[in-house]
């Protein structure tokens, strides 16, 4: 089992709700990532959290907004998503500075209508 | 030169078969090799990785061949199962302004068929 835990699972919401999700490691890892995949893609890096701060953000539209409130805790909030936002978004994190792993959640599957 | 480039995009192997994937990359900058198993619905699980100053790594049914003057490396499931249908995705990793950059190749469906 991953010891990266994402919520919710799904989630469906409406092109002007807000919500946000949720990610969890307790492997004392200092980076955490966020990636977005499209079905039958492979993942593509989203936002880069190290110690905490952000380090690398791929041009992520605005409506993307991430939150690090700790060093065990991710967050993506979103608001004014547009269907084409629908994906499955998957959390990770890995041990920084090393040249190591890195261990993906189940993810949280989106669905904009 | 940030690309992997994966072959084949589709795989189907009888069961007990061995099924092969390929990967191939340009920049000498990477250093890590992992491969990702990935059922559907699932996030990628690690399978196996590799570093380059190792040509072979097995694990189980699985072991990693890589080919570091060639800039290829591939994975191969022995005694194919049923059970290991899922998508495989190879990566390279190199560490990049202090985290791990990963770069994903494009993805191989497997179907083992019984």
């Known amino acids: 089992d991953t010891e990266v835990t994402q919520t919710p699972k799904h989630l469906v919401m409406g092109m002007t709700n807000k919500k946000s999700l949720k990610c969890e490691q307790h492997?004392?890892?200092?980076?955490m990532y966020w990636y977005k995949q499209k079905a039958k893609k492979p993942p593509e890096l989203m936002f880069v959290?190290?110690?905490?701060?952000?380090?690398i953000n791929e041009s992520v539209p605005s409506r993307f907004s991430p939150e690090c409130p700790n060093s065990s805790l991710l967050n993506l909030h979103l608001h004014a998503l547009q269907p084409e936002d629908s994906a499955l978004y998957l959390c990770?994190?890995?041990?920084?500075?090393?040249?190591?792993?890195?261990?993906f959640g189940e993810g949280s599957w989106l669905t904009v209508v | 030169q940030q690309q992997v480039k994966q072959s084949p995009q589709s795989l189907i192997v009888q069961k007990g078969g061995i099924s092969i994937i390929n990967c191939a990359y340009e920049?000498?900058?990477?250093?890590?090799f992992p491969w990702y198993q990935q059922f559907p619905g699932k996030g990628p699980a690690l399978l196996i990785a590799?570093?380059?100053?190792?040509s072979e790594k097995k694990e189980g049914r699985f072991t990693i061949s890589f080919n570091k003057s060639a800039k290829q490396f591939s994975l191969h499931i022995m005694d194919s199962q049923p059970g290991d249908s899922a998508t495989y995705f190879c990566?390279?990793?190199?560490?990049?302004?202090?985290?791990?950059?990963?770069?994903f190749g494009a993805g191989t469906r497997l179907a083992v068929h019984p």
């Open positions: 492997m004392g890892h200092r980076a």
């Open positions: 959290y190290s110690y905490e701060k952000l380090s």
């Open positions: 590799i570093r380059p100053d190792v």
């Open positions: 990770a994190s890995s041990q920084e500075f090393a040249r190591n792993t890195i261990y």
């Open positions: 920049n000498t900058a990477f250093d890590y």
């Open positions: 990566a390279a990793s190199m560490l990049s302004g202090g985290y791990n950059k990963l770069i």
